[in-house]
């Protein structure tokens, strides 16, 4: 019988060591626009999501956006949208990635609290969907095509 790893290869996805934190949250290494970041992999968010403060950073250009945004305890937060963004994770990329915009200080906060990294933003569902994703939970990897 053919492994998981094995198969997936076959079918050519491209397999990324996922990190556990401390606060049992999978994270992950991207480069946005040419810059790396650290990004909480998010099966539950649906849209992938950068803090406002790491707009200058990563060479964001923002919208507004009459959108409002909730999670991870917080409601009706404003957003903006960033739209023909490259991004990169592991050999894995994709251009033409529209990013939602907002505060992520509540979440940093929570993340510093519990003694882990603060994030620059969050991979959602949107670009797990584009990369077709797989993840390996016992071998914490994540697999994109």
């Known amino acids: 019988m053919s ?79 960033s739209k023909k963004n490259s991004i990169k994770i592991g050999t894995w990329s994709r251009n033409r990635v529209s990013l939602i915009l907002f505060d992520l200080n509540h979440v940093n906060a929570a993340l510093i609290a519990h003694q882990a990294e603060p994030v620059d933003g969050i991979i959602g569902a949107d670009i797990l969907k584009r990369g077709k994703a797989v993840i390996d939970y016992e071998r914490m990897c994540l697999y994109l095509k």
């Not at 992950?28 to 790491?54: M, P, Q, R, Y």
């Open 3 to 81: 492994t998981l790893r094995k198969f997936l290869i076959q079918k050519e996805y491209h397999r990324i060591k996922l990190v556990l934190t401390k606060t049992n949250h999978f994270e992950v290494k991207a480069i946005l626009n040419g810059v790396e970041g650290n990004f909480i992999v998010d099966t539950g968010a649906s849209n992938s999501c950068v803090g406002f403060e790491a707009v200058d950073k990563f060479n964001l250009f923002a919208q507004d956006s009459d959108v409002k945004a909730a999670g991870a305890g917080a409601t009706d937060m404003l957003t903006q949208l």
